[in-house]
């Protein structure tokens, strides 16, 4: 038996190549969407991918299934379980050969059986691989979205990311009853999971690549003595948020979806970036949150570049509109890369490219750029204790429970584009995550949105509890947006809100509630018309605060 294991460390997300060594025909199970990646292997193994399926319908990425299938000139399988709650649509499932619970495909001298282990998904197969040269008691198990290492597959997304209303607590009890059979299977089984660490399909995923029934019976949570009822509580508790792609990803997959085509990237230079800030179109800057800090284009929204990049773009912009990216890359090969990348969670409208050289001639033709404004803890501490300032806490509902600043606001990073309305933009806010990673995104997405006095909390919560300051635990979220006429924390006194909380530009693009204050606020912020100095900003450090470098 051939066994080969893809992870995309972007996605977090883990696929399988397993042929036979006799016949040189293999199968996939749950290919992303770089295709090529699965045709190279093949091809350099010296077998044919004659079968293609997947454990579920994925949230979390453009599923290749489809298209690897028709690339290979292979069968593909797709579940017929779960239909009556949400499966995979007719028009999906005909041009598909159906599995249901105890179907088997067999690949040369391997079988592949399928066991419907309903919980994460209604339709979810977990595949039960033997090596048949050798008996027939089967070897490993491909989880999928089931079991992970250490965690399990969350039961909530039907309802957060489908839609499914009222699904989430029997799909919490469904996938316990699953788990009930899996424990009933051999400890040697080794247990071959669908993600890693950093997925958003668990809440604690380990790293490793792989593990055994056995030790998942001793160490992960979700297998330990409890009743349904404690399961279901628990496994219901902190998930983390699904970034919005989640939605449009589960409706894509369901029908099968077309893969779109790369195009050569579009570089493009200030006018282009002059317009496209005009248009307040999105333009991500993807360099590091040291450098946007120290100096970006207003408007702009900072995604930096690395493992979690996916994961924040595919929250923070919506799949409808198109945007642009600053980056420091140079190579078109890597620009592609990246694009492809986008493509993977089904992102595809990127109208254009500029090079980071963009800032510079931003600068000498628009007359400077914008800074962050950095808040220490103990300067946070004075300014919170005068009253009539919105700490926002960007981390996820998890960390919260752990433990949170005093009176802070809790919206985790995904959620900031639903939720901003509950923000008074006119009123002072600070910024924090744990370590400042996640806050910077945050600042950058509320300036984006019109917010304009705005400062993150450096080195975040981490450096809060260092200094020794106070924390409160509990799961309740007080807000402590001043009513009154809210002090600026840049020592400027903000406006009462003409009409309790409101937004500049939510997310979608869509004007909501916004009173004139907010939308000056906006224009002058978004620097569109003319663009704000960062000197004009950093000239107001107040007394009492001390900013840190
Ligand atoms: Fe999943």
Redesign the pocket.
């Known amino acids: 038996m051939l066994f080969r294991r893809f992870y995309d460390e972007n996605l977090a997300q883990a696929s399988y190549m397993i042929a036979c060594e006799k016949t040189r025909e293999a199968i996939v199970v749950d290919p992303n969407s770089d295709v090529a990646q699965y045709t190279r292997a093949a091809g350099s193994d010296r077998v044919r991918i004659a079968h293609v399926t997947e ?6 990425f453009l599923s290749g299934a489809h298209a690897l299938a028709k690339a290979a000139g292979a069968a593909l399988h797709l579940s017929g379980e779960g239909r009556k709650e949400w499966g995979y649509t007719s028009a999906a499932l005909e041009v598909a050969n159906l599995l249901r619970d105890g179907s088997h495909v067999d690949i040369g001298q391997i079988r592949v059986r399928a066991a419907h282990t309903p919980g ?2 209604p339709e979810h197969l977990s595949f039960f691989v033997s090596d048949l040269a050798r008996g027939q008691d089967p070897v490993g198990a491909l989880t ?2 089931f079991v992970f290492v250490g965690d399990v ?1 969350r039961p909530d ?1 039907l309802e957060r990311a489908a839609g499914v209303k009222g699904s989430t607590e029997g799909s919490a009890r469904e996938l316990f009853q699953s788990l009930g059979r899996l424990r009933a299977e051999p400890d040697h089984l080794q247990i071959w999971p ?2 890693g660490a950093g997925s958003a ?1 668990g809440k604690s995923l380990g790293s490793m690549p792989q593990s055994t029934l056995g030790y998942e019976k001793l160490f992960n949570w979700a297998f330990a003595e409890q009743s349904e009822e404690e399961f279901v509580a628990k496994v219901l508790q902190d998930q983390p948020v699904p970034p919005r792609y989640f939605a449009v990803m589960k409706r894509v997959n369901r029908v099968g979806a077309e893969q779109p085509t790369i195009a050569d990237p579009a570089w493009m230079g200030l006018t282009e970036l002059e317009n496209a800030i005009g248009r307040r179109a999105t333009v991500i800057d993807t360099r590091s949150a040291d450098k946007f800090a120290a100096g970006h284009v207003p408007g702009t929204l900072n995604i930096p570049l690395g493992k979690s990049f996916l994961n924040w773009t595919g929250a923070l912009v919506p799949e409808t509109e198109e945007f642009y990216f600053i980056t420091e890359t140079e190579s078109d090969e890597a620009m592609k890369s990246l694009l492809g990348d986008l493509r993977k969670i089904g992102l595809t409208r990127v109208a254009g490219v500029f090079r980071s050289d963009v800032l510079r001639e931003w600068k000498s033709h628009r007359g400077g750029l914008e800074q962050v404004q950095q808040l220490d803890p103990t300067s946070l501490k004075k300014v919170a204790a005068e009253g009539g300032l919105q700490i926002v806490d960007v981390r996820s509902p998890e960390e919260w429970s752990g433990g949170h600043l005093p009176g802070a606001i809790h919206i985790p990073l995904a959620q900031l584009p639903d939720r901003i309305r509950e923000l008074d933009v006119t009123a002072p806010i600070v910024v924090h995550c744990r370590g400042g990673g996640r806050s910077s995104i945050a600042t950058s997405f509320l300036k984006s949105q019109g917010v304009s006095d705005i400062s993150n909390l450096a080195g975040g919560f981490d450096e809060w509890v260092a200094e020794g300051f106070e924390v409160e635990s509990g799961k309740s979220a007080k807000h402590v947006v001043g009513r009154k006429s809210a002090k600026s924390i840049n020592g400027r006194n903000s406006a009462k809100p003409s009409s309790g909380r409101t937004s500049a530009k939510s997310a979608h693009g869509r004007k909501s509630r916004t009173s004139p204050r907010a939308r000056n606020a906006a224009k002058r912020v978004g620097g569109r018309n003319d663009a704000t100095s960062a000197s004009g900003r950093q000239s107001v450090t107040s007394s009492r605060r001390r900013l840190k470098k």
Not at 55 to 60: F, G
């Open positions: 454990t579920h319908i994925h949230a979390d994460h998904t999928g979205d597959g997304l669908g993600h399909c």
